[in-house]
């Protein structure tokens, strides 16, 4: 497969149309807006059940960004000389597999080492926010595993993409707003309808017999505002929570603060009244990161992160850090030598009452445009498979 990382495009778009893909003319031309895990399962398990009944496919991936989607890892060195390094990760810290279908899924993925097993040994921190009081819970056990991508979170997105075959990504691409125009032939009894896509520069990134959208909740929306898509109203029903991430590292094992020093957790849920920390990772206790630098990532509660999601990110960090500071109680010698704080404005979703688990992608039949995402379902990397298997149930049955 064709990963395009040059978004460097003529005036006529003449360059993004030599590297769009040249099908044959029997195969299903399916366009998939955003290379998050949604969209990268999405092509994935089309690729599986198109082989399966013997026919042609041509998938093209749009990704406004380089990377893949809301599965993040940060690096970060302490100064140009070092060969050590910080790691984050900073997204998704880890994903559980409760359905057999997703278990079976992930079995190939465990057995060559793309993703393993996290047993993390976990803790609360209770008490007041001046005397926390932290007291270690158990282990994740192998009855309900969560599992990391090693060697970090975006591997498994990245090996997702390397899999692919039938399917073209195009980073930095950012998919504009469709319109009523963009679909054609849709009231042809005869024939199918037929989508033509254009980035936000105004080149043709080709014409498409299903348009998948796995954007973000609010990106959807803003992608099917100005059509006649049948399911809009629907796309507005759930209600996505903002998520901050504070990054701390430290040089070395021994100027962590002792709380980490001699912490046996590697994950901490914090249950402080009042406290705007949610949950505390220490990085380098999990599998494979050993090699990493003391790096810890605190994300913010959900409830707390939206109630400061306009709020000016260093303002933020601040107040984020006081509490962690707090918590880990750290001095001038023992302070992190490095800190980074990341707004996500789509981290989860709140539940509503409408949601029906069978019933997480907007289907228009008419136009061939289907419309999921997590966020769609109960916003994890569960949702992700899920809303996969739905696209297919969608095009390929
Ligand atoms: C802080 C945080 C913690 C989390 N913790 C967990 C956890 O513990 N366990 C768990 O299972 N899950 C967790 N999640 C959720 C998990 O990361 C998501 O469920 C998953 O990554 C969502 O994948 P997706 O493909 O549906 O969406 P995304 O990853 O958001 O992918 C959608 C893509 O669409 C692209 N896009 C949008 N608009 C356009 C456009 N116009 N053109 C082209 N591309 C576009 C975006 O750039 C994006 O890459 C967490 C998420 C966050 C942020």
């Known amino acids: 497969m064709t990963i395009n990382y040059d978004t460097s495009v003529g005036a006529d778009g003449s360059a993004h149309d030599s590297n769009l893909a040249t099908p044959s003319a029997a195969a299903t031309k399916i366009a998939i807006i955003g290379a998050g895990m949604t969209g990268l399962m999405s092509a994935h398990l089309l690729e599986q059940a198109f082989a399966n009944c013997g026919q042609a496919l041509d998938i093209s991936i749009f990704e406004k960004s380089a990377g893949v989607g809301r599965l993040a890892t940060r690096y970060r060195n302490p100064d140009l000389h070092s060969e050590q390094q910080w790691q984050f990760d900073f997204g998704a810290q880890f994903f559980t597999a409760k359905s057999e279908a997703f278990q079976a899924y992930l079995q190939p993925w465990l057995k060559q080492g793309v993703i393993e097993c996290w047993l993390a040994t976990t803790a609360t921190a209770n008490g007041s926010q001046s005397k926390p009081d932290i007291e270690l819970t158990g282990h994740w056990g192998n009855e309900q595993p969560r599992y990391i991508s090693s060697p970090k979170m975006t591997s498994f997105g990245r090996a997702l993409a390397a899999e692919l075959k039938h399917t073209k990504l195009y980073y930095k691409t950012r998919v504009a ?221």
């Open 177 to 397: 707003p469709l319109s009523s125009d963009n679909s054609v032939n849709q009231n042809s009894p005869d024939t199918a309808a037929q989508t033509t896509l254009w980035d936000d520069k105004g080149n043709e990134l080709g014409r498409f017999d299903w348009v998948v959208c796995t954007a973000p909740q609010a990106q959807a929306i803003e992608l099917f505002e100005q059509t006649d898509f049948a399911l809009l109203d629907n796309l507005k029903l759930p209600k996505m929570l903002a998520c901050y991430s504070l990054m701390l590292g430290w040089e070395q094992e021994s100027t962590l603060p002792s709380a980490l020093k001699k912490a046996q957790w590697e994950v901490l849920e914090v249950k402080q009244m009042n406290s705007p920390l949610g949950l505390i990772f220490i990085e380098h206790h999990k599998p494979g990161r050993e090699a990493i630098l003391p790096s810890v990532t605190i994300h913010a509660s959900n409830d707390w992160s939206e109630s400061k999601v306009e709020e000016a990110i260093e303002e933020v960090q601040q107040q984020l850090l006081q509490a962690a500071q707090q918590l880990l109680s750290w001095e001038h010698t023992t302070a992190p030598q490095w800190i980074d704080c990341h707004r996500w404005r789509y981290a989860a979703t709140a539940q509503i009452e409408s949601y029906n688990p069978s019933q997480i992608s907007y289907v228009d039949n008419s136009k061939q445009w289907l419309v999921t995402g997590d966020w769609c379902d109960e916003g994890r990397i569960e949702s992700c498979f899920k809303a996969a298997a739905q696209v297919v149930e969608a095009i390929a049955t």
